[in-house]
């Protein structure tokens, strides 16, 4: 540490160094591609949808839509890490990469055509949106390990930032073309002529996502190669390559003292991402049933987040760079309580919509420079299975937030509900205080 600030670059070569612009073009790509996922199913347009019309009313809705969300994250906090580790063992990354990407491309596609009203329609839409997001979430292991091949140590943060906020343009150039292609703005009709029986223009959406998302992740998926090479050789069977990965997994736990800071961070990490996510899970349902916004509405509030939340992450991530991934989570996490708070005890449609705009300026950067922090820590040759453990730290106990919000939705109402994410950010950040982000990086450096 200099001056209470971490050193992040000690060697001047490092710092020299210049990224591969291609790769890294292919990289933040894959951001702008698999963000229309994030934004219109889990998020906003399907999530809100969802609420509305497969169950008897939103609060229903919600509890049936947090019960989704907690599943997968039990799913993926499973198994990220052992296929992680499998990943690490073989060296090929990109296989796992692209299996995980076109499964949750499949499943969200599929989507469109479960009609609300049916006899077993709320267990089939649920099914379906727990294999889209567990696809996701396991390709993002995968792609969030390949940001310190792409990047120097010099320009993770700001790689990280700029992956993020092309992420969150993404979004919104999806959001807009949702609100203006399918469900219509205003008196203004949509570009597409699609049926609105049951919602069906709504629903299409999701072909919208699926498409998207396959296009532009061809690049990451066609041109960024692996670069770290096998731990050993394959074993033969997909089953020998488990019980191998599990065998990596106790290893690493055995010696997992020695990586302290890694477990403060991904232990805090685990906190107050738990908020985020119940956060961005159910900002739309909030809107929507608290509110009283419409689809059309619920998308505008969207697009809104999506640009500040897009500058938040770009301009922060050039802080990153200066300050560390650790300041910079701090600095979000305070943000994001009050413009909670303030979302939370707003009466009025106008000062929540403030809030919550404001709040965008920091969901990207929590969530960037927790990336980049992680791709600093985790060392070389173990950053799938590294990534893995983050990835289960963003899901391991993710269901607490969606199970208490739906929980106490369902005695209190809304507003009471998404109350809860404020403990999640405050006893998060008094956990990351504890992180030393020079000590974590020299410790990485150590590891062969």
Same mark, same amino acid.
């Given at each position: ?9 000690p060697?001047?070569?490092a ?9 890294v ?27 509305q ?36 063992r ?72 700029? #992956?993020?906020? *092309?992420?969150? @343009? ?5 959001? /807009?073309?949702?609100?203006?292609? =399918?469900? $219509? !703005? ?7 002529s ?11 959406s ?16 066609l ?10 050789a ?20 055995a ?40 689809? #059309?509405?619920? *998308?505008?509030? @969207? ?5 500040? /939340?897009?500058?938040?992450?770009? =301009?922060? $991530? !050039? ?19 009050l ?33 980049s ?9 173990y ?11 963003g ?33 998060? #950040? ?19």
């Amino acid at each position: 540490m200099v001056g209470g600030r971490a050193v992040l670059n000690p060697d001047a070569s490092a710092s020299t160094a210049v990224p591969d612009r291609k790769s890294v073009a292919s990289w933040c790509l894959y951001d702008w591609a698999n963000s229309a996922f994030t934004t219109l199913v889990v998020t906003f347009v399907y999530a809100t949808y969802f609420t509305q019309t497969f169950a008897e009313n939103a609060d229903r809705g919600t509890v049936l839509w947090s019960r989704g969300v907690t599943v997968s994250s039990l799913i993926i906090a499973l198994v990220s890490p052992v296929l992680g580790a499998m990943a690490d063992r073989s060296g090929l990354r990109r296989p796992f990469l692209a299996a995980a990407t076109l499964i949750s491309i499949a499943a969200t596609a599929w989507l469109t055509f479960i009609v609300p009203g049916g006899g077993n329609a709320v267990l089939a839409a649920l099914t379906l949106f727990v294999v889209a997001n567990v696809g996701f979430e396991v390709g993002m292991v995968f792609y969030n390990a390949f940001l310190p091949q792409v990047a120097t140590p010099a320009s993770i943060g700001r790689i990280s930032g700029i #992956g993020w906020g *092309i992420g969150y @343009a993404g979004g919104l150039v999806s959001l /807009a073309l949702a609100l203006l292609g =399918l469900v $219509g !703005l205003g008196d203004a009709p949509p570009w597409v002529s699609l049926s609105t029986e049951d919602g069906f223009n709504v629903r299409a959406s999701n072909l919208l996502v699926a498409g998207w998302f396959l296009l532009f992740s061809l690049p990451m998926l066609l041109l960024v190669r692996d670069r770290v090479a096998a731990r050993s050789a394959p074993p033969a069977g997909f089953a020998a390559s488990i019980g191998k990965a599990f065998r990596d997994l106790q290893r690493t736990f055995a010696r997992i003292r020695d990586f302290r800071d890694i477990v403060r961070f991904l232990l805090a990490r685990l906190v107050y991402n738990d908020g985020l996510i119940t956060m961005m899970a159910f900002g739309g349902v909030y809107a929507a049933g608290t509110f009283g916004m419409d689809t #059309g509405e619920v *998308i505008l509030f @969207a697009i809104s987040i999506n640009v500040t /939340a897009g500058l938040g992450a770009f =301009l922060f $991530g !050039l802080v990153d760079d200066r300050v560390g991934g650790r300041t910079t989570v701090l600095w979000s996490l305070v943000g994001l309580f009050l413009c909670t708070l303030v979302a939370i005890v707003a009466t009025s449609k106008v000062l929540f919509w403030v809030a919550v705009v404001v709040s965008g300026l920091f969901i990207g950067p929590t969530q960037s420079a927790s990336r980049s922090l992680m791709a600093r820590f985790a060392p070389k040759r173990y950053e799938s299975e590294f990534f893995g453990f983050f990835a289960f730290s963003g899901k391991a106990t993710a269901f607490l937030g969606p199970l208490l919000l739906g929980l106490i939705t369902a005695g209190h109402g809304q507003r009471a509900g998404v109350s809860v994410v404020l403990g999640f950010f405050l006893v998060g #950040g008094l956990l990351l205080l504890r992180v030393d982000e020079a000590r974590g990086m020299r410790r990485a450096e150590g590891v062969t």
